[in-house]
């Protein structure tokens, strides 16, 4: 079973600050890695798809890279914003769920003015 | 562009009681998905669809039934609520073209069942 692991659980940074969020999964055979934000009380807002032949993807601010074959994404957010304050998820679909996400437990960034 | 919606957002149940939570999508999606949200568990595949008139079981389907009779709606269905079916519940949906699955979330259901 695919087992998605975000790490740090939370974080909390100073406004301007360029910080990076880990994601990692046990069975490399991915399509591709999904990064969500969630708002407190709210849905998931789709942030950055990479397909499993890319390396990287960029929007704005964010940058999402990613390792196949160790088993690792990261989401790098540049010149943090108090507005960048959410729940960020990473996740991967399941072949074998009708490719049902499987998600880590997201990270908690608050970023302090 | 509606994308996913879900109805209700909010419910408030009593244990045995019954519910049908709806959601719909806009995108002509075939794959469609039930999840649940709870504090310290992430994310949770109740049940999923793969096209109209098709369902099957997640990770944790005990107590909830599903049904998939037109392409853009798929229900879901508490027959006698329990307070562990306290939750936030999510449908998506998605269209399978092999790296390009990229899914959609509808805005919750928050369910508390007392």
Known sequence: KQEVTQIPAALSVPEGENLVLNCSFTD???YNL???????GKGLTSLLLIQSSQREQTSGRLNASLDKSSGRSTLYIAASQP?????????????????????GKGTSLLVTP | NAGVT???????????????LL????MNHEYMYWYRQDPGMGLRLIHYSVGEGTT?????????????LKKQNFLL???????????VYFCASSQQQGWRTEAFFGQ???????
């Open chain 2, 56 to 68: 099957a079981k997640g990770e944790v389907p005990d107590g909830y039934n599903v049904s998939r």
């Open chain 1, 28 to 30: 490399s055979a991915i």
């Open chain 2, 6 to 20: 879900q109805t209700p957002k909010f419910r408030v149940l009593k244990t045995g009681q019954s519910m049908t």
């Open chain 1, 83 to 103: 507005g960048d304050s959410a729940t960020y998820l990473c996740a991967v679909p399941n072949s074998n769920s009708g490719y049902a996400l499987n998600f």
């Open chain 2, 108 to 114: 919750g259901t928050r369910l508390t069942v007392v």
């Open chain 2, 77 to 87: 269905g508490l027959e006698s609520a329990a307070p562990s079916q306290t939750s």
């Open chain 2, 23 to 26: 959601c719909a999508q806009d």
């Open chain 1, 34 to 40: 999904q990064w969500f934000r969630q708002d407190p």
